[in-house]
Nanobody, 126 residues
Framework: QVQLVESGGGLVQAGGSLRLSCAAS????????VGWFRQAPGKEREFVAA????????GYLDSVKGRFTISRDNAKNTVYLQMNSLKPEDTAKYYC???????????????????WGQGTQVTVSS
């Protein structure tokens, strides 16, 4: 069955960096666009970043542009989220999600993603 497993979360001071990984199995990874979403306690899940199947198109939440970078390695069935200059407001549980997509579009809509991981916690202290 399809599995998405996130890793790389943790506790970091403001201004620090983390790199999240999303390892996929059970699907033809190169056919899938992947997104990162996050959810803080008491808040709705929000889009963070997404990447097309080829890596040629990306999209970001405005508040993370210039600080976060999404990338993928289809040979390793893995998507990464490099997070720099972290802020306390980035604290949340981060989820990766996959949607089958043969075009270069990236979606910010969580309901368009069929498969989800269990999440990894990111905590940024001030």
């Amino acid at each position: 069955q399809v599995q998405l497993v996130e890793s790389g979360g943790g506790l970091v001071q403001a201004g620090g960096s983390l790199r999240l990984s999303c390892a996929a199995s059970g699907l033809t990874f190169s056919r899938y666009a992947v997104g990162w979403f996050r959810q803080a306690p008491g808040k709705e899940r929000e889009f963070v970043a997404a990447i097309s199947w080829s890596g040629g198109s990306t999209g970001y939440l405005d508040s993370v542009k210039g600080r976060f970078t999404i990338s993928r390695d289809n040979a390793k069935n893995t998507v990464y989220l490099q997070m720099n200059s972290l802020k306390p407001e980035d604290t949340a549980k981060y989820y990766c999600a996959a949607r089958e997509s043969g075009n270069t579009n990236v979606s910010r809509t969580s309901t368009q993603y069929a498969y989800w991981g269990q999440g990894t916690q990111v905590t940024v202290s001030s």
